[in-house]
């Protein structure tokens, strides 16, 4: 991955003769600083530390910033941080080029008029159209103070977590295999988004190029027995909801692959659809070329429903396998994977997982159930996060393993991880929490297996949806909220009443903050069917890439105090945050318009 990185910018009072000599080693000395806070806090997607590049000297004039923005020219910095103690020279020093995402900290020690600088640049990169993210700390340090506060601290790291993830989306691929899914409205894929907004390529496969890989062999055999034999030991078998059932004929004669040969199909499938987004050097050796190189593919999709799955086995497995941090290879970097080819779910699970390094989970939003409703049919209150009621997230397997939440943290609690912090048992712990029931035969005549399990753990996450609405364009929507574990008994009366075999995540969202007024208002406000989750309370980090992208946040649960956008929209208006955000995005538009 060639990574994007961030270049700081130490920037100074040019008056040579005593101001600026008193000056050089604080300043130099706060971008260093910088950057060691990101490369020791922020990691690319790839697992690697984030790179930070800092000019090679201060900047004290027009002269200087030249000199700095052609020593960034050639690095792939995509976003600026300029840092200063003191009063600077705004329309002479600022970062004037209008590809990069910037943020100006000011440091608040009073010796100097850092902040006063601060504010002038702010006022010129708003008269310039420029957003810039305005950083400053709470309380006055002294001027030798080395420590970077934690409100500082935060803000850098938001920043910088936010300018790379748009740094790691730029010029890849979006991969569409098959086309649109049911009617979903997210399926129909909206090229102007990716491209303008996202500044990424739209790649369009038929379905028919995995049947053709397959049929032919165009894949890894060695690597193909090696993940059979995975599937053999880690992914065990679960209930048969078809067992039993007469079946119709046309659900008899439509399913091509036998029953002891759909597991061998799934693995090749998921392997097959891995390789056409990222490629693999084994299939040049093996002389296919073409294939080998891949389409740079970073998130995909998959149609399945109806035309494949309707005779073919589901992609229920390769969703959930590519979407989760490991397979049979071990652990490795989740890839976002939409199921029914929601792309705009899959756009949706993207930001989560730039947004944390952990695997999303793609889910339909499917049952608001009220405690009353719950009481009814279980004779039970629920409690805890849960008492305000509950939705019940789940899809035809294709959520990712990660979700089972067997992974366990320091403390022994279940959670989800960056990929990288995974450990064996972690991984092992996800395969034995989770079973792989033969798919509904009702739903995928064809067969296939659908991931089964239930989040066993009460953890702080955020959901996620990227909407297309007319008069606007992009929206998201970010809620903020809490898995939780039923009693066994509960969970089962309630899962019992709808697609049993599927994996399911019990979700409660935080309310009482924005329009997020109750848990029934979160699902009769979500935009569309599909949901992505990721563990933590990230939504302030999505509000702050949203903002990088001009992307206004229709719905969210984030506090006031918690978000964190460029400076000049405040120019939009303050009072109505939301408000402000609508404006100051439909001004500036698309970053690659
Ligand atoms: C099997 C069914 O068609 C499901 O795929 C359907 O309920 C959906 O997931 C719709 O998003
Ligand atoms: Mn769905």
Redesign the pocket.
């Known amino acids: 991955m060639n990574h994007p990185k961030i270049g700081i910018r130490p920037t100074i009072d040019g008056r040579w003769g005593g101001v600026r000599e008193s000056l050089e080693e604080q300043t130099m000395g706060m971008a260093k600083r910088a950057a060691k806070l990101i490369e020791d806090n922020l990691r690319y997607p790839d697992g690697e530390k984030v790179e930070v590049v800092i000019s090679p000297t201060t900047i004290g004039g027009g002269a200087e910033a030249a000199v700095c923005e052609e020593f960034f020219a050639n690095q792939n910095v995509v976003g600026t941080l300029t840092v200063t103690p003191c009063w600077c020279y705004g329309t002479e020093t600022m970062d004037l080029n209008p590809n990069t995402i910037k943020a100006v900290w000011g440091f608040n020690g009073t010796e100097r008029p850092g902040a006063v600088y601060l504010a002038a640049v702010m006022a010129a990169y708003a008269q310039r159209g420029l957003p810039a993210f305005s950083i400053y700390g709470t309380e006055v340090q002294d001027k030798d103070e080395t420590t970077i506060t934690a409100d500082v601290a935060k803000k850098i790291l938001d920043f910088a977590r936010g300018a790379v993830a748009v740094g790691i989306m730029k010029n890849k691929s979006y991969v569409n295999i098959g086309s649109v899914s ?1 009617g ?1 409205a997210g399926s129909v894929v909206n090229v102007d988004f990716l491209q303008k907004y996202l500044g990424m390529r739209t790649e369009w496969v038929d379905m028919t190029e995995v049947l053709r890989r397959i049929t032919l062999g165009i894949y890894d055999h060695e690597e193909f027995e090696r993940a059979l034999a995975w599937v053999k030991e880690y992914c065990k078998e679960g209930m048969d909801i078809n067992a039993g059932k007469d079946f119709p004929e046309i659900i008899k004669k439509s399913r091509y692959i036998k029953d002891d040969e759909q597991w061998e199909f799934c693995v090749k499938h998921a392997m097959v659809v891995r390789d056409i987004l990222e490629g693999n050097p084994k299939l040049a050796e093996m002389g296919w070329h073409e294939e080998s190189l891949g389409r740079n593919g970073i998130a995909g999709g998959f149609q399945g ?1 109806r035309m494949w799955t309707d005779w073919l086995p589901n992609a229920d497995f390769t969703e959930a396998i590519m979407a989760s941090g490991f397979n049979w290879n071990g652990k490795k970097m989740p890839t976002p994977f939409a199921t ?1 080819n929601d792309t705009l779910n899959g756009v949706a699970m993207m930001f989560g997982w730039l947004s944390t390094g952990k695997a999303p989970i793609f889910s ?1 939003v499917r049952t608001y159930w009220s405690p009353d409703a719950v009481k009814r049919v279980s004779g039970k209150e629920l409690g805890g996060y849960a008492k305000n009621g509950i939705i019940h997230l789940i ?2 397997g294709a959520s990712c393993l990660d979700a089972s939440a067997a992974a366990k943290d320091e403390n022994g609690n279940g959670t989800m991880k960056e990929w990288w912090n995974l450990t064996d048992e972690d991984v092992k712990a996800c395969c034995e929490a989770t079973d792989w029931c033969r798919a509904d035969y009702e ?1 995928f005549r064809g067969g296939g297996f659908s991931s089964h399990f239930k989040t066993s753990a009460e953890m702080p996450v955020t959901m996620i949806r990227v909407n297309m609405v007319e008069g606007v364009g992009p929206t998201l929507q970010v809620i903020e909220g809490h898995t939780c574990v039923l009693d066994d008994d509960v969970h089962r009366i309630l899962d019992e009443r709808t697609s049993k075999t599927w994996p399911t995540t019990w979700f409660a969202p935080k309310i009482g903050v924005g329009a997020a007024d109750s848990v029934y208002n979160v699902m009769a406000k979500w935009g569309a ?2 949901g992505a989750t990721v563990e933590g309370h990230v939504g302030d980090r999505l509000l702050t890439l949203a903002s990088m992208l001009r992307i206004p946040v229709a719905f969210h649960n984030i506090e006031g105090e918690r978000i964190f956008r460029p400076h000049s929209f405040n120019g939009f208006g303050t009072a109505d945050l939301e408000g402000q955000d609508y404006r100051a995005c439909a001004y500036y538009g698309p970053l690659y318009k």
Do not use: P, V
């Open positions: 049911m979903i429903q029914e339909d899809n035809s739903y069917n599909h």
